[in-house]
């Protein structure tokens, strides 16, 4: 009776073991996104987000052999919410920052676009600078990098939005004088909705370094994260990445 019970306990462990260390294979993480974000992120008809960021986030899960799933939220409190455990990483055209490091961490950097100024394209010659700015009324997306530096840096009446769409709306409607916004994107909504009548003007005026943040405790998914982004840079992948939605073919 003994013996048999001794034989149940060891296979029990043994089981135990097999489980611990195939786990990791069998783990989905769950990956936070805006998908108010064109080019980088968005939701098509069939309600898939697609983008730059979920073909980027798709071949490093491959190449680093990890599974995930997409879980669209709002960017307002995205990093408490991946800091307090809700998702295991973000991937949502965040800027890397020293405040933001400090509740999580982010891989290396995987796409710098700086901010610009889009105006209606009627105002391009009298809005064409920072300078020009104060005293105007400027949308930005609430919490994003562009509100933090806009307001630091400027005199100009900060107007939030929830999504970067709305404060391009509200430029076409002439209740905001211009947008201040990472240029890939702001380009990519106007080219998409030339009825708003905006433009780019000027040149970048910062640098934004894309990271993908992940929960401080998961460093193992940071680890292959980094070793699936190192991966698609070395043979090719990310390049037909970007040039799928940044080629000008």
């Known amino acids: 009776m003994k013996k048999t019970a001794y034989v149940l306990i060891s296979l029990l462990v043994v089981l135990v073991l097999a489980s611990c260390a195939t786990g990791g294979k ?8 805006n998908a108010e974000y064109p ?17 980027i986030m798709n ?6 052999g990890f599974k995930y799933e997409f879980v669209n939220t709002r960017w307002d409190g995205i990093f408490v919410a991946l800091q307090s455990g809700e998702f ?13 490091a400090e509740i999580v961490d982010f ?20 809005i064409s600078s920072v300078a020009d700015l104060d005293g105007l009324k400027v949308g930005v997306q609430l919490g994003t990098t562009g509100d933090q530096w806009l307001s630091d840096n400027t005199q ?27 240029g890939p994107t702001s380009s990519d909504i106007i080219q998409a909705n030339p009825e708003i009548g905006a433009t780019l003007v000027g040149e970048p005026i910062t640098d934004e370094f894309y990271g993908i943040a992940v929960n401080k405790e998961k460093g193992d998914l940071l680890e292959m994260i980094n070793k ?8 090719g992948t990310y390049d037909e990445i970007y040039n799928k939605w940044f080629g000008t073919d």
């Not at 309600?47 to 073909?55: E, K, L, Y």
């Not at 107007?159 to 076409?172: C, K, M, N």
């Open 228 to 235: 699936g982004l190192t991966d698609i840079r070395a043979d």
């Open 156 to 182: 100009a009446e900060v107007v939030r939005y929830d999504e970067i769409t709305l404060a391009f709306q509200a430029l076409g409607n002439g209740d905001v004088d211009a947008v201040f916004n990472d």
């Open 26 to 33: 069998n783990v989905v993480y769950k990956v936070g996104t």
């Open 107 to 126: 891989s290396d950097p995987y796409f710098n676009a700086g901010q610009m100024i889009a105006v209606r394209v009627a105002d391009k010659d009298k």
């Open 88 to 100: 295991d990483a973000v991937i949502s055209a965040a800027t890397i920052t020293d405040e933001r």
């Open 39 to 55: 080019p980088f992120e968005s939701v098509d008809d069939a309600g898939n987000v697609i983008g730059f960021d979920a073909d």
């Open 59 to 64: 071949a490093i899960a491959e190449k680093a």
